[in-house]
């Protein structure tokens, strides 16, 4: 499930008023659940037994297989975590001093449909392994990719500017550049 959940981007979500990143990893033997305000980070992960037994708990009206309740779990938090959350699902959230409790209320065949993730706070190696590394693999690409497109704006206005030299002007006026300005755009790219 982890590795899994390596493989799956932060996404923007709210729970009640609450603004989080979070990311998840759902199949048949269990989930993972890792959410972050950016100040904190929290997780949960549970297997099949764990979910039938507070499946138990929460919807005792509710008799499905644990396979097809995580598998609507899932149904039902990953269009959130797309952006396109189903409008009949909602989300609250509670900040205890033991960690963060989000609540989750949907319906399945026209039941009730009731979850609590029960999320604590997460290790500092899995916060630096889905936040911290990436983040700063991230950051690392970006300053490449920059300096590549600097270097790059450098030789195109060498190469228009032996044009000119040469002789040659533009058909249309509204084409012209100014030459590129390193240091300026350096300057500007930090304070931003």
Known sequence: LES???????ASVCFGESAFLAKASFRDTGYILLISDLSSVWYESADAEAVRQRSKE?????????SSFLHRLGNLVCPLLTGEPDTATSFSCHRTASGLKVHMKSDLSGLPLYWDFHCCPAPVEMVSRHLVRPLIRMSLALQYQVQELTSLLIQKDAEIEDYRESGATLSRDRLRTEPFQEKMFQQNFMAE
């Open 4 to 10: 899994n959940l390596l493989t799956q981007p932060w």
């Open 58 to 66: 929460l919807n005792k009206r509710l008799t499905v297989h644990v």
